[in-house]
């Protein structure tokens, strides 16, 4: 999924979809960090990774929780969702979060058999 995709199905959802699929989100993202503890992987690379990948972490449950609390202030969706995109595009994790928010949007949980 494209983060330009991504964003068109985030805005098409109701509000209790987008808080369910934003508390995947969060997880699936912790998901794809593990990435970074492959072998294959320096150091440099693998702090970079986890860098970038706490910093959408940050973004999404920031958002996540003044979705719950119901705080007017909280950034309007399509702004959210390109602050997560130019985040993603700055952390060099677009596909991180392109696989992370396919996931959280699946009925399928990531690691299932299909």
Not at 25 to 44: F, G, Q
Not at 49 to 59: D, F, Q, R, Y
Not at 83 to 95: P, S
Request: charged share 25%.
């Amino acid at each position: 999924m494209t983060n330009n995709d991504a964003k068109t199905a985030f805005l098409s959802m109701s509000p209790n979809r987008k808080a369910r699929v934003l508390s995947l989100l969060a997880h699936n993202l912790t998901i794809r960090a593990r990435s970074a503890y492959l072998p294959e992987l320096n150091d440099d690379s693998a702090r970079k990774k986890l860098c970038g990948l706490n910093e959408l972490l940050h973004v999404v449950t920031g958002q996540l929780m003044h979705m719950v609390s119901e705080d007017a202030k909280r950034y309007p969706d399509d702004v959210f969702m390109d602050i997560l995109i130019e985040k993603a595009q700055m952390g060099q994790c677009e596909v991180d979060l392109g696989q992370a928010f396919e996931w959280s949007t699946s009925s399928k949980p990531p690691g299932t058999a299909a």
